[in-house]
C-alpha cells in the first residue's frame, strides 16, 4: 500500500480568532506538495499545527498513525521539519548539527556513534556538502546552512518532511539548487513533502500539488502534473488576484496582470 | 560528673546573682568580699545542706579554676577546657577589652583586625602591640592566622560561631560570647574569668560595676518623673536613626536618670525615624555616641545637628543640649567593660547638679587604672 | 580549532589548575612547608598534630572546595547560557542566585541558631523554589519562549530582593544582618572538609546529570520548536537540566557565599578560546571557572593581612582575561 499523509479537519484559534478552519489535505508517496498563500493565510500555523507546537483540534495521520496522540520524540520519527532559517547561531560544526538528527532515534543519554556519524557524512556527500563538515555553521552561507539543514532532516530519516519557505533567505541560484536538492530527496527516498513558499514560480516548477490556502482555509488544490492552464490560472488568481500566466515549454510563469 | 554538673549549676547562679544585683542595683557598697558573702548565702539558702560540700567545692572555683574546667558559653555550647589557657586569642572588640581588664594582656596571643583604630590598645596594651596576632572580623575570620598562633583559648562573637564550631572540631576550645546587654556583659566577664582562671579579677570588675550602677541608682533615685529628661539617643551611622526600647543604648538613658525618646519604638537595633517623628517625641537631650572605633564621632558632627533647620523647635537644640560622649577610649554606649562609663557620663550630662563631669573624669580614671593599668587623659572630658 | 590545539588548551588548563592547587595548599597563614606536607602524605608521625589537621581539615578542602565552586560555577554559567541563549545568562537571570539568597536569609531569620547547614538547606530550597515559580509563571502566562523565562526570572529576583530587604531591616545588626552580609560577600575561608563532604554528594549528582544529558544541553541552543521538532521533550528535559544545574549551583554557593562573575565570564573565555559552543566548551568553562577561583582564593589570602573578600579577586582575574580574549578575537575572525 503506498503511504499516505493526511491532515484531517485542523481548526486553530488563537483566542476567539479562528487561524485555521477545517483544514484537509492528503499527500502520497514520492510527492513533494506546496502550500501557497499570502501573508497571514496561516501556512507556517499549519505546519506548527502538524508538529504539535500548538493546541489544535483535528488530526494529522502518517500512514494511520495520529501524530496528534504522539510524544515529541515518537512524532519526531514521523514527521520532520525544516525551517526558514536555523536558530542556531553558529559555534558548532556542520557535521554536529547534522548529528542533531540522530536525537530522535537515540536514548536520551546516548551520543551518536561512529557508524551514525558515517551515515551522516555519506549523506552529506549526497547532497554535495560534506566539505563544509568541519565548518562553524555560523560561518556557513545561508545556502549552505539550509543544505546543512536537509542533510539534518534526512538523517532524521522520516516518512514526512515539513518545509517552512526553506527559500526565503537564498538567492535566486540557491533558491533553485536547494529546492532541486528537496525535490530529489523526496522523489528518489519515496518521502512525503509539504513546503510553504511565496513564490508561486518556483512553486510551479518544482512542486507536484499546490494548497491554495486562504483565510485559513484550503480554497482549492492545483494538480501541476495535469490540470490545464486555465485552472491553474483561475486557482491561482483566486489568491493572488489579477495574474497572467506565460508559458515557458513545459513550465508555468505567473505574473500580475494588467490593472483594468 | 555529678560535681562538675552541680559546679555549673553554681557557676550559673552566681552570674545570674551577679546580674541580678546589676539590674537592680540594690547594693550600694559591693565590695567582691560582700558580693561572695551574698553569694555564699544564697547557695546555701537555696541548695539545701546535703550539697554544702559541694558549694564549698564550688565557692573554691570562684577563686582557684580547677582544669579541667566544662564551661558553657554563651549560646550554649559546652567547651572543655583542660588546662589553664596561656594563649589566648579574641576575635572580638569586647571581649579583648575585657582580656586586658582581666589583666590577661601577656597571654593574649591575636585579637581582631584594626586594633590601630581602638585607642584602648594604644593605651592599655602598646607594648604587646606588635606582637599580637590578626585574626580578621568576625564576618571573615582568618581560621589558618588563628591556628598559626597556636591558641589554647579562642574567644569569637556570636557572628563568628560557625567558625567557633570550626575550632572546636579541630580541638581547640572556643568560647561564643555575647555581650548584648549589661546582663550578658557581667555574665561574659565572669565566663572569661573562669575560663582563664582569673575569677578573682572578674570579681572584682564586676563588683566595680555594682558598686558604680548602685552609686548611679542612689543619685537618681531621688528624681521624680517630671525631673527626668527626655533623651534622643542618634545612631552612629545618621541623626535620623535612634535607640528604640529595647536596645543597650535605652538602658543606659534610663539607668542614668533619663527618659529615652525612642521608648515609643520597638526594635532593639538602631531604627530609622523621620524628622517629623524627632519634633514629635521633642527631647531635652541629644546625645551622639562614639563611634564603633571609639576613636571619634560618627560620621556628622553636634553643630549639624545644631544647624539642621528641621529640629531647629526641638527643645534640646533650642537650648544648646546636644552632647558628643567623649571619644578616643572606647565606645561607651555600647556594652564595652567601661560601658558602666557610658552610664555615668550620660547621669553627669544629665543631671550636672547631683554628679559633676569633673567627678565623672575622677571616677573614670580611677577605673582605667584599677583595670586597665593607664593614668587617663581627663582633659578630654572636663576641658 | 583542530583537535589537536584542543588538546593542548585542555592539557595546559588542567596543568594549571594542579600546579594552582599545589600553591593553593602550601599557602597559609598557618606555615606548613612542602617537606611537611610531604611527611604529612608519608604518615610521618613526627609532624605535629596540628599542622597535619591545618592540612587535612582546612587547606586541601579549600583548595578542593576552590575547584569545584569554580567548576560549578563555570559549567552552569555555560549550560545558563546555552540553554537560555542569551550571553547574559547567568544564576541571576533566572532567579536561582536570588532565590538561594533569600532562601539562606531566611534560614539565619528563622532558624535562630542556624549553622552553615541551616544556611545551606535554605539556599538548596530557596534556589529550587526559584526555579520552581520560574516554571509556574511561564505555564500561567502560556509562553514558552526564552523571554519568558528570563522575565520571570527578573521577577523572582525582584521579589527575593524585596522580601530580603524587608528581612534585612528587622533583623538583629550584630548577628543575623552580619550573617546575611557574610554570606552575600563570599568566602572560602570557612571552608572544612566535613562542609565539603557534606555537599559533594549533590555537586557530584548535579555534574554528573549535566555532563550525561550534554547531547540535549547542545540541542537547547537551538529554538524551542526546532528541538521539539527534532523529537526532544523540552518541557521535561529544559526542567531537569535546570534543576540539575541549580543543584550544582546551590551545592557551591551555600559553602561559599556568593562568588560573583565567574559564571558569567568562564563560559565566554570558553567560547573565544574553542571557538565553538558544545559540550567541550562547556568543560574548559568548567576548568576556566575552577582556575579562576582557584587563583583568587591564593590572592584573597595572601595580598593583605586580613583576608579580602573572593568576589573582589574573582572579578579582577576574570575582567583582564575576558578583555584579553576579546582583543585577540577581534584581531582573529569572529566566532
Known sequence: ?260 | MKKLCSMLLVMGMTVSLVAGCGKTAETETASAEAAQTEQETAQETEQESEQETEAETAQETAQETTYPVTLTDQVGNEVTISEQPERIVSGYYISSSTCLALGLKDRLVAVEEKVEERPIYQYAAADIMDSLGNVGSAKAFDLEACLATEPDLVILPKKAQDYAKTLTEMGIPTLVVAPESHEKLVEMIDLIGEAANVNEAAAALTAEYDEILGKIEKLTSGLGEDEKPTVYMCGTSSYLTTAPKDMYQASLITTAGGKNAGDVLEGDSWTDVSYEQILEMNPDYIIIPTNNMANGQPDYSAEQVMTDENLAEVTAVKNGDVYNMPSGYEAWDSPVPSGVLGMLWMTATLHPDLYSMDEFADDAAAFYKTFYGFDMDTSSITG | MSKQKERIVFSGIIAAIFIAAIISVCIGKYEISLGEIRQILQGDPDVSEMSRQVLFTLRVPRTVMGILAGAGLGLAGCVYQIIFKNPLASPDIIGIAGGANLGAALAIVSVSSAGMFGIALGSFAGGFLAVFCVMLLVKATGLRSTATYVLAGIVINAVSKAVIMGLKYFADPENELAAMEYWEMGTLGNTTASKVMSVLPMFLIGLAGLILLHRQIEMMALGDNECRALGMRLGIVRTVILLLSTLLVAAVICITGLISFVGLIAPHISRLILKRNNFHTMILSGLIGAIVVLCADVLARSLYSAELPISILTTVIGVPMLVYFLCQRGRGRSV
Open chain 1, 1 to 260: 500500500m503506498k503511504a499516505k499523509f493526511e491532515v484531517r479537519d485542523i481548526c486553530v484559534k488563537y483566542g476567539e480568532r479562528r487561524i485555521l478552519d477545517h483544514v484537509g489535505l492528503e499527500i502520497f508517496e514520492g510527492e513533494f506538495c506546496g502550500l501557497l498563500g499570502l501573508n497571514g493565510s496561516g501556512k507556517t500555523t499549519l505546519l506548527h499545527a502538524i508538529c504539535g507546537f500548538i493546541p489544535m483540534q483535528g488530526g494529522c495521520f502518517v500512514n494511520g498513525t495520529d501524530c496528534g496522540k504522539l510524544t515529541e520524540r515518537k512524532r519526531a520519527r514521523e514527521v520532520a521539519l525544516i525551517p526558514q532559517t536555523c536558530s542556531l547561531e553558529g559555534g558548532r560544526t556542520a557535521l554536529e548539527v547534522v548529528l542533531m538528527g540522530y536525537n530522535a532515534w537515540l536514548h536520551i543519554l546516548e551520543s551518536p556513534s561512529r557508524e551514525h556519524r558515517e551515515k551522516a557524512l555519506d549523506i552529506m556527500d549526497k547532497l554535495g556538502c560534506r566539505g563544509l563538515a568541519d565548518k562553524d555553521f555560523g560561518q556557513l552561507s545561508l545556502g549552505q546552512r539550509q543544505m546543512v539543514i536537509l542533510a539534518r532532516c534526512m538523517v532524521q530519516d522520516t516518512p514526512v518532511m515539513l518545509m517552512d519557505e526553506p527559500d526565503s533567505a537564498l538567492d535566486f541560484l540557491n533558491k533553485h539548487i536547494v529546492l532541486q536538492k528537496i525535490r530529489n530527496v523526496i522523489q528518489n527516498e519515496g518521502k512525503m513533502g509539504l513546503i510553504t513558499m511565496h513564490d508561486p514560480n518556483f512553486a510551479m516548477k518544482y512542486c507536484d500539488r499546490l494548497f491554495l490556502l486562504k483565510d485559513g482555509a484550503i480554497l482549492t488544490q492545483i494538480d501541476m502534473r495535469k490540470d490545464p492552464e486555465c485552472k491553474i490560472k483561475r486557482d491561482l488568481s483566486t489568491v493572488y488576484g489579477r495574474i497572467e500566466l506565460l508559458k515557458n515549454g513545459k513550465e508555468y510563469l505567473m505574473v500580475r496582470g494588467e490593472d483594468a
